[in-house]
């Protein structure tokens, strides 16, 4: 069979009642469908084996644990992941992770660790447990990645939604009402108890807009050796400058934004209108880690 249609299915063998009439055969030796069924399974799971065995394979929540410079890293830790998954990923006693984060016994250790407050009527943020693993990390003498962490308090931007009320978001993320509206570009009386989805939606924004909001108000502590992939969009540009020690004229440069771009300008303001991506900058940080 020479069909672009057939997809090896060995049906038309299976079936065919004339013997040795339909076969698949490799060079000059005839495969049966067992055969063939089987040896397409045993390549297919011997390179997804041979992959993990070498570390070419990683799935995402083992892969997450460590930076790019193979140190251990908390900010890897994300909602769907469990305290089982996460004790194993780091190392760490599932009892000691659930303590240290102020939960209680009856809390399942196999549950994602954002269905943790809705499941168990608690008032705890996901976010508090990467604080915890990066404590007891460090308590154990293990060279642990620098983690960001929310200025004014531990929420996740990523878990905002836009069932959320106004108030909510204030109360939650520590900043004003009137850094919401100059950011996002709604009017400054709008009331509290309005949802976020139905302020963004006539200003033709997504909920994004808030999260971004809430990004921009990390602290980006100083980190040895800045890597270019913990760069990101939301950074200002004195940001970048100071965690990278390159010049902004250099960044200027190599990138052609205007010199008189000021530095509390995010990365991705400034390359988005030329039509380039955040990326850019990650270049020139890697191009000057390898030629200092």
């Known amino acids: 069979v020479r069909s672009a249609e057939c997809m090896q299915c060995m049906e038309c063998v299976s079936v065919c009642p004339e013997p040795d009439t339909l076969q698949l055969q490799l060079a000059k030796w005839s495969i049966r469908p067992a055969v063939f069924a089987m040896a397409v399974f045993v390549v297919f799971f011997g390179i ?16 997450s644990v460590k930076d790019a410079h193979g140190r251990l890293d908390p900010a890897g830790i994300r909602g769907w992941m469990s305290l089982e ?11 000691l992770l659930k303590e ?12 994602p660790i954002k269905q943790i407050a809705e499941k168990y009527g608690l008032t705890f943020d996901p976010h508090k447990v990467r604080d915890v693993v990066g404590e007891l990390l460090k308590e154990k003498g293990v060279d642990v990645a620098e983690t960001r962490v929310a200025a004014n308090s531990a929420l996740d931007a990523d878990s905002i939604r836009g069932t959320w009320t106004l108030r ?32 963004v939606q006539p200003l033709g924004k997504s909920m994004e807009e808030f999260r971004e909001m809430v990004r921009s108000q990390a602290t ?21 400058i100071v ?28 390359v988005h209108p030329l039509g380039k991506e955040v990326e850019e900058f990650r270049k020139v940080v890697k191009e000057k880690g390898q030629n200092p």
Do not use: C, N
């Open 168 to 199: 909510e978001l204030v109360e939650k993320s520590g900043i004003a009402k009137g850094e919401f509206a100059k950011g996002v570009g709604f009017p400054a009386d709008t009331r509290g108890k309005k949802k976020l989805r139905e302020i």
């Open 100 to 111: 240290k984060s102020g939960l209680p016994e009856k809390v399942d250790h196999k549950i």
């Open 85 to 95: 998954h996460i004790a194993k990923g780091y190392g760490l006693p599932a009892p």
């Open 243 to 270: 965690q990278s020690g390159i010049p902004k004229k250099v960044f200027v440069k190599k990138i052609g934004f205007p010199p008189d771009t000021p530095g509390e300008r995010k990365l991705k303001d400034i």
């Open 48 to 63: 997804l084996g041979a992959g993990r065995a070498t570390g070419l394979w990683i799935t995402a929540g083992k892969g």
């Open 220 to 240: 980006v502590p100083k980190m040895p050796g800045l890597h270019p992939v913990q760069i990101r969009g939301y950074w200002s540009l004195k940001e970048l």
